[in-house]
Every structure is written in C-alpha cells, then in structure tokens.
C-alpha cells in the first residue's frame, strides 16, 4: 500500500487537488458528489481501455464538475492535455490513472465513515 502511494504520490495529489478545487468553489460539495464523479470516471477510462462506447460525464451537476476537474488533470497526466501553466508531466498508463482513481474513491469512502458527509472533504482540504 504504501509503495503505491509513494510511487503515485504525485497523480494522487493531482487528484485530490482538483476534487478539493470544486469544494472550495462550493462548500456545498459532499463527499458523495465527490465519490460519484471518481465512479463515473473510473467507468469512462475502464470502457476506453475495452473498447466499449464511453458514457457522458454524470448529469448531477457537483457529479459532473468532480468529474470534469478531474478528468482535466488525468489527461494531463496521460499527456493528452495541458494545463496552462504546468509543466508536462511524464504520461502515465490508462491502468495507472484507473488504479489511482480507485485509491482516491477508496480515501473518500473511508473518510465518509469516519467523519460524515463531508468527511473525506474536510479532512483532505488541510492539505492541499
């Protein structure tokens, strides 16, 4: 576990700052929200990778900016994107960014647990 989170500690952060971006442009995000968009992009790259039809970004609206900010940083991180400003990045693998994304949802559902709906929020906007 921990050399995953060594290894990917930079995609991770990546992640999570986009996620805590959408929070704090509206505190009214939950970590369900959250949790939801990081589903749904786990399904979109998943059927890339198959090659099966991707589905469109979530219709709740918080789902789907959780969504779009992070999938922004995951294109970035495959190298099919840029971000202005950031320097490119070494492209990372489709499963790489799937089993990130998978490590993050996993955080979110255990901060859930332990704080309540705004648990894993709360607790990962102290650091980034």
Known sequence: MLDFEARFQ?????????IVGVYRSDPTLVDYEADGGLESLISHYTAEQQGRPVRTAPSDPNRRRVFEAVREVCEWRLGRAELPGAPRPEP???DEIVACLKRVRKSVQRWTKRGGRQGYLSFVSQYV
Not at 10 to 18: C, G, K
């Open 10 to 18: 930079d995609v991770l952060q990546n992640i999570e700052s986009a």
């Open 92 to 94: 990372r693998t489709p």
